[in-house]
Antibody
Framework: QVQLVQSGAEVKKPGASVKVSCKAS????????MHWVRQAPGQGLEWMGW????????NYAQKFQGRVTMTRDTSISTAYMELSRLRSDDTAVYYC????????????????WGQGTLVTVSS | DIQMTQSPSSLSASVGDRVTITCQAS??????LNWYQQKPGKAPKLLIY???NLETGVPSRFSGSGSGTDFTFTISSLQPEDIATYYC??????????FGQGTRLEIK
């Protein structure tokens, strides 16, 4: 069965970086794009960007450009999201979610999500 | 950027009620609109994709409609387990995905 298993909770100081992992299983890792979405406490969902695990190509939301880096290791079917220069308002649960791309469109939405990783930024 | 305006932000209804949530896009997104359900402490779950298609395994009391800029999500007969927050999501653009603000659904 398809699973996306994320790394555990992190506590970081302002200005530090955090790297969250998302290990995929039960499907062909390179066949689906991996997106990252975050959710601040009591707030809505905020899309951060995606990585194409096949090529390593990335696309980031403008808000995070310059601070976020998405990578992958195909040998272990794992995607990573690193956020640098952390601020207190980066405190959130970070999710990975997969989606298939079909030609020039996405296909059928984010059908599987990771369990979420809480990142707390506090001095 | 495509903005998604979802309403209402919260909703209280009784078991068995018909519940409707709307989502309006700031520009034409064809049918590239999905609906998710999120329960407290859990990841979102895909319910409806491409505006009106029911995801596999999702109960048929959930439905979606619309195209262009105006979309509707409906629960035909509210059940206690439907208490959650619901989000619309546009994915018309490969480079930009946006979510609505969410609708918190409570039992009256």
């Amino acid at each position: 069965q398809v699973q996306l298993v994320q790394s555990g909770a992190e506590v970081k100081k302002p200005g530090a970086s955090v790297k969250v992992s998302c290990k995929a299983s039960g499907y062909t890792f390179t066949g689906y794009y991996m997106h990252w979405v975050r959710q601040a406490p009591g707030q809505g969902l905020e899309w951060m960007g995606w990585i194409n695990p096949n090529s390593g190509g990335t696309n980031y939301a403008q808000k995070f450009q310059g601070r976020v880096t998405m990578t992958r290791d195909t040998s272990i079917s794992t995607a990573y999201m690193e956020l640098s220069r952390l601020r207190s308002d980066d405190t959130a649960v970070y999710y990975c979610a997969r989606i298939r791309r079909y030609s020039s469109s996405w296909y059928r939405g984010f059908d599987y999500w990771g369990q979420g990783t809480l990142v707390t930024v506090s001095s | 950027d495509i903005q998604m305006t979802q309403s209402p932000s919260s909703l209280s209804a009784s078991v068995g009620d018909r519940v409707t949530i709307t989502c309006q896009a700031s520009q034409d997104i064809s049918n590239y609109l999905n609906w998710y359900q999120q329960k407290p402490g859990k990841a979102p779950k895909l319910l409806i994709y491409d505006a009106s298609n029911l995801e596999t395994g999702v109960p048929s009391r959930f439905s979606g409609s619309g195209s262009g800029t105006d979309f509707t999500f409906t629960i035909s007969s509210l059940q206690p387990e439907d208490i959650a927050t619901y989000y619309c999501q546009q994915y018309d653009n490969l480079l930009l995905i946006t979510f609505g603000q969410g609708t918190r659904l409570e039992i009256k």
